[in-house]
């Protein structure tokens, strides 16, 4: 055979091989779960991005093929608000609101409710919704501690500001809700799980609010009354 014809037939071979070597049906499986995009878009996003979940989300959203990122800007005023109450101790009232009545009252939007409302009362550092919910004097009181840290101390302007960035994301996410790894299922984080309920129903669902009761435990509202 030829020498041309040769090379031709081996970068052939290559190419096959490069588009096959990570898509596979459950990643296919999950990414459709995600986003709410059609299988073969997934898959075509998944084969591009070689095998990569994150990026081949961001293909999604960049080709506006990410039906759970588009329900995202419709209004969601319906819902449910579910309640969680662990030992007598602790518990937890919080909403969540959906487009219509219809899906509110459904059995998966009532699942996802009441998982929600666990999730709170397992992850007692949460008080925030998302990062986006967390006020800027908290976050300037952040960075100005880390700023201060004695490991950071002799390093260049430029790096410490990079390091603290880092570091601040990351305690904001320890704070926020949505950034929490599921307590059913620690490899997808509550976030995910929302997209995930999103692309099933096909509405958007936004969680509003929660609070928290733990007993005995006073706010820095309440004032002491003498007896």
Known sequence: MPIMSLLILNCSTFCCRQSTVAVSASLVKQLREETGAGMMDCKKALAETGGDLEKAQEYLRKKGLSTADKKSSRLAAEGRIGSYIHDSRIGVLIEVNCETDFVGRGEKFKELVDDLAMQVVACPQVQFVSIEDIPETIVNK??????????????PENIREKIVEGRILKRLGEL???????IKDDSVLVKDLVKQTVAALGENIKVRRFVRFTLGETSEKETTVPA
């Open 176 to 182: 926020a809700l949505l950034e929490q790894p599921f």
């Open 142 to 155: 952040e960075k100005e501690l880390e700023m201060q840290r004695e490991d950071l101390l002799s390093k």
